[in-house]
């Protein structure tokens, strides 16, 4: 399953930020959101196409002022893309269903993958049901 809308088409279905953030792969202010400090069960979709993409007992804290988990809930879930934008090289990860912008992966994480998957929390959705 593959989802493509226009700017136009998102920006109706979007507030401005989440706009921002997942389409044109702007960032949000870190501390910006609860989402950081809260670890109750249950699965983050994206909010652009509630493709699901981390369970919420994959989820840390970083300390980084953004949501962070050590792997997405289902390997093909994320897509990975190079990014030398602001004079770095970083990982992008996007939904791997609407390439909508989550964040970006960095190699210090926990164990068991050492990745932190380090994510906007307006790009995510919580979501109630669990993962089988």
């Known amino acids: 399953r593959k989802v493509e809308k226009s700017n136009e088409e998102w920006k109706k279905e979007l507030t401005e930020e989440q706009f921002a953030v997942t389409r044109l792969k702007g ?9 950081c400090s809260r670890f109750e069960p249950g699965i983050y979709a994206c909010v652009c196409c509630d493709t699901l993409l981390f369970d919420a007992n994959t989820k840390f804290e970083s300390s980084s002022g953004w949501p962070s988990f050590n792997q997405p809930i ?17 990982v992008e990860v996007t939904c791997n269903v ?28 919580k979501v109630e049901e669990t993962h089988d």
């Open 98 to 125: 609407c390439d909508s912008h989550v964040g970006h992966i960095f190699p210090d994480g926990p164990e068991p993958s050492g990745l932190r998957y380090c994510a906007n929390a307006v790009s995510l959705k």
């Open 27 to 35: 960032t949000e202010r870190p501390f910006s959101s609860d989402v």
């Open 74 to 90: 289902e390997e093909n879930a994320i897509a990975y893309h190079k990014d030398e934008t602001h004079g770095m090289i970083r």
